[in-house]
């Protein structure tokens, strides 16, 4: 099946003999399952039968989910999380299990990853070393240097959509004995799958384009053979896993996937172009720039045609008080902190994302004060454009 046929039939519809099949996964609440005979239930325990006991270990709403992801992941198994940082702390943890207790994290990764390995693994003695993972000869030294565990990065980085090389990384890693952790929320599988590039493990906030309607907080890991069995031993021990109503939302969220994120990136694409040759926008970063830094990469590793659903441009001589001030004129657009929903969101890194990053390392980095982030919706164009339009001129 296609992505597009596969985001609205696959995980759905398990056939039992003698029994009607639901069109669509039903939510199921029981936490606690019971068999005809103990002895199955026994069995069941004891692995040597596959069935439900505890919602803990698994349930048929989240398995349905799972397999769906796995599916478009073209991943080995899956794991529906309670948060796409559950997802985080969950790779890292199998990834680091039987490996050297030192990571490789790209520089420019979400803020609460960069909180989790510093705050959280750390303390732990977990080394973290960050890089900037589109220059190989650098990776490739601190590979050198650290021995890491595993490599971390995000497919599409935040908020200026620098795009790694994961399948050269991912060879980098092999040869190093470490594993390779995608953080894919950005990019989707419609528009890339890294596991297929040599990825070990891609974790998804699902609370972003899968779910995709501002209405669920949720994750998933897909993983190759080897990791999906320690994500799936520690889940069972710690048990960070979705509830089945967020796993029912989540997969109807799915199957919209496909229209929605294609039209997100056509909005994208249009209102970047737009934006270029706007009197108050300074610069626009987009992945189909011709001139984009990691031009090579997106030809590469992204699906024809798409260049995902997020830009970021720099406003014509703002500061943070105007940049506030242009938030406030919004009338469509709504002014928040997420992204891949079907309304256009707009963020402001300097107050969000990367309000707890220093002013040098914001600078060092290229996020200016006048740098807004815009995460296309479905709308039509013409009036997220006018919005924009309005807010920008009547400064
Ligand atoms: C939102 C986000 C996360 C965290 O996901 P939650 O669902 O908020 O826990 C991780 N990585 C990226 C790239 C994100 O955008």
């Given at each position: 099946m296609k992505f597009e046929s596969q985001v609205v039939h696959a995980g759905d519809r398990k056939?039992?003999?003698g029994t009607p099949v639901p069109s669509t996964t039903p939510i199921q609440l029981g936490t606690t399952y019971?068999?005809?005979?103990?002895?199955?239930?026994d069995r069941v325990l004891g692995h040597e039968e596959e069935g439900f006991c505890y919602a803990r270990y698994a349930n048929p709403t989240n398995e349905a989910l799972e397999e769906l992801v796995t599916s478009l992941e073209h991943?080995?198994?899956?794991?529906?999380?309670?948060?796409?940082?559950?997802?985080v702390q969950i790779a890292f943890q199998a990834a680091l299990l039987d490996r050297p207790?030192?990571?490789?994290?790209?520089?420019?990764?979400?803020g609460a990853t960069v909180g989790f390995l510093d705050q959280v693994l750390s303390p732990f003695g977990v080394k973290v070393k960050y890089v900037d993972v589109c220059n190989l000869p650098e990776l490739e030294q601190a590979i050198a240097d650290r021995q890491p565990g595993c490599i971390f990065l995000e497919g599409i980085s935040n908020p200026l959509l620098r795009v790694a090389r994961i399948d050269r990384i991912a060879e980098l890693a092999r040869g190093a004995g470490a594993s390779v952790i995608v953080d894919s929320t950005f990019a989707t599988p419609m528009l890339m799958r890294p596991l297929e590039m040599g990825a070990n493990i891609v974790v998804h906030s699902a609370t972003k384009y899968l779910a995709g309607h501002g209405d669920v907080l949720g994750g998933?890991?897909?993983?190759d053979a080897p990791h999906h069995e320690a994500v799936?031993?520690?889940?069972?021990?710690?048990?960070?896993?979705?509830?089945?109503?967020?796993?029912?939302l989540t997969m109807r969220g799915i199957k919209t996937l496909a229209v929605r994120f294609e039209r997100q990136c056509q909005n994208a694409k249009s209102l970047a172009e737009w934006l270029k040759t706007h009197p108050c926008v300074e610069r626009v970063y987009y992945c189909s720039d011709a001139g984009h830094p990691d031009a090579a990469a997106i030809q590469q590793l992204f699906a024809p045609g798409l260049f995902g659903a997020i830009l970021s441009f720099e406003i014509k001589d703002a500061n943070k008080e105007s940049v506030l001030a242009f938030m406030d004129r919004l009338k469509m657009i709504v002014p928040g902190t997420s992204l891949g929903d079907v309304h256009t969101l707009?963020?402001?890194p300097l107050i969000a994302s990367h309000r707890n990053v220093s002013p040098k390392m914001r600078e060092r980095t290229g996020i200016r004060d006048n740098l807004v982030r815009v995460a296309a919706g479905i709308e039509n164009i013409e009036d997220i454009k006018a919005d924009l339009d309005n807010a920008l001129r009547s400064a």
């Open positions: 056939r039992k003999p019971f068999y005809d005979s103990a002895a199955t239930l991943g080995h198994g899956a794991l529906a999380t309670a948060s796409g940082m559950a997802a207790h030192s990571v490789i994290a790209s520089a420019s990764i979400y998933v890991v897909v993983s799936r031993r520690i889940s069972r021990l710690v048990g960070p896993v979705l509830g089945p109503f967020e796993s029912y707009l963020l402001y």
